[in-house]
């Protein structure tokens, strides 16, 4: 288990992540980011919407079948899964439900969207038994 510094996102990512987030209001809406964790740096290089399973308004579930798919196409594609990304009705923060999710993918970043539409995104890690904060870096 690595710790992970940083989370370097594409503009254009975000932009689809805020449109997804706009799209399931009022239930949380989620995603998949594929890339490439490399010296503490997962840079993300392509943003898969799913939809969330549960259709819920404090809490997200992405289909296991369609997360299983997702992850051996990334394999094949030679990426890795850099982040875990849902948005949150409130503040971007992870909530008692997120905790045991986030400790069955502790290599992976949780990327968090909350309201309101101003609020930045916050990156998280389920690392050495705590939660870690992730710096998201936006590229261009
Ligand atoms: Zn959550």
Not at 29 to 34: G, K, N, R
Not at 56 to 81: M, R, W, Y
Not at 114 to 128: A, D, I, S, V, Y
Request: charge should be negative; aromatic fraction near 8%.
């Amino acid at each position: 288990m690595k710790r992970i510094k940083e989370l370097q996102i594409k503009q254009s990512h975000i932009k689809k992540l805020h449109d997804w987030v706009r799209k399931n209001e009022p239930f949380e809406a989620c995603a998949i980011l594929l890339g490439k964790i490399r010296d503490g740096i997962a840079e993300v290089d392509e943003v898969i919407l799913t939809p969330n399973a549960s259709e819920s308004t404090v809490h997200f579930e992405i289909d296991p079948e369609l997360l299983l798919k997702i992850l051996l196409e990334a394999e094949e594609k030679n990426k890795q899964l850099v982040s875990i990304f849902h948005s949150h009705p409130t503040r971007p923060y992870p909530s008692g439900v997120d905790i045991p999710y986030m400790q069955n993918y502790p290599d992976t970043v949780w990327l968090i969207k909350g309201l309101p539409e101003t609020e930045p995104m916050h990156g998280f890690q389920w690392f050495e038994n705590t939660i870690v904060e992730v710096k998201i870096n936006i590229t261009f």
